[in-house]
């Protein structure tokens, strides 16, 4: 996904941009890092996030978000999924 950008068209600037990059190591991990700028609330976040295939039934997902703007912690989480036989 390329870069996305908004304008706000009364103050004839840019309100919002955002771009990521996800990348495939091999066919059991996968990252993305992508930023988001938004004008309004002086936001500049970042986003690193993994994901590993353990095995056929569990799933490890990272994700880490800091807002470097403001200075402060958005989001952090770690989850596992576990697939179940149908």
Do not use: W
């Not at 991990?29 to 309004?40: F, K, Q």
Request: aromatic share 12%; charged share 20%; net charge positive.
């Amino acid at each position: 996904m390329g870069p996305v950008f908004a304008r706000n068209a009364d103050k004839r600037k840019l309100a919002t941009a955002s771009i990521g990059l996800v990348a495939q190591r091999d066919e059991r991990m996968s990252y993305y890092v992508g930023n988001r700028y938004i004008d309004e609330l002086h936001s500049n976040i970042t986003t690193v996030a993994i994901d590993y295939q353990v095995s056929s039934k569990y799933n490890l997902s990272f994700a880490q978000s800091f807002d470097f703007g403001l200075g402060e912690n958005v989001v952090s989480s770690v989850s596992v999924v576990r697939r179940f036989d149908m």
